[in-house]
């Protein structure tokens, strides 16, 4: 689980690599996911499956939409949306 930006986003290249290589699930928060795409940290040719709690909020002003962007081009990874507030 990677919840603190701060601490996320002062590791090494290789730090990551070895997260990403020693696990097949990674749990973090839309901060610490936007930092590791904007740094080229994780390929998004490498995301299999990207699960949104609160979709609802990627239509707003949210690093949420800041993602989605990312994958506008891409053909991107399968999405699962999850929002109570339908």
Same mark, same amino acid.
């Given at each position: 689980?990677?919840?603190? #930006?701060?601490?996320? &986003?002062? #590791?090494?290249?290789? /730090? #990551?690599?070895?997260?990403? &290589?020693?696990?097949?699930? @990674?749990?973090?928060?839309?901060?610490?996911?936007?930092?590791?795409? /904007?740094?080229?940290?994780?390929?998004?040719?490498?995301?299999?499956?990207?699960?949104? $709690?609160?979709?609802?909020?990627?239509?707003?002003?949210?690093?949420?939409?800041?993602?989605? *962007?990312?994958? *506008? $081009?891409?053909?991107?990874? /399968?999405? @699962?949306?999850?929002?109570? &507030?339908?």
């Amino acid at each position: 689980e990677y919840t603190d #930006w701060e601490e996320a &986003s002062a #590791w090494t290249g290789q /730090r #990551w690599s070895r997260e990403i &290589s020693d696990n097949q699930v @990674l749990v973090m928060t839309c901060h610490v996911f936007l930092h590791v795409l /904007r740094n080229d940290i994780l390929p998004l040719s490498k995301i299999n499956l990207l699960v949104f $709690d609160d979709c609802h909020l990627a239509i707003t002003e949210h690093p949420y939409g800041d993602i989605m *962007k990312l994958f *506008k $081009d891409t053909g991107g990874p /399968r999405i @699962l949306g999850l929002t109570a &507030s339908i």
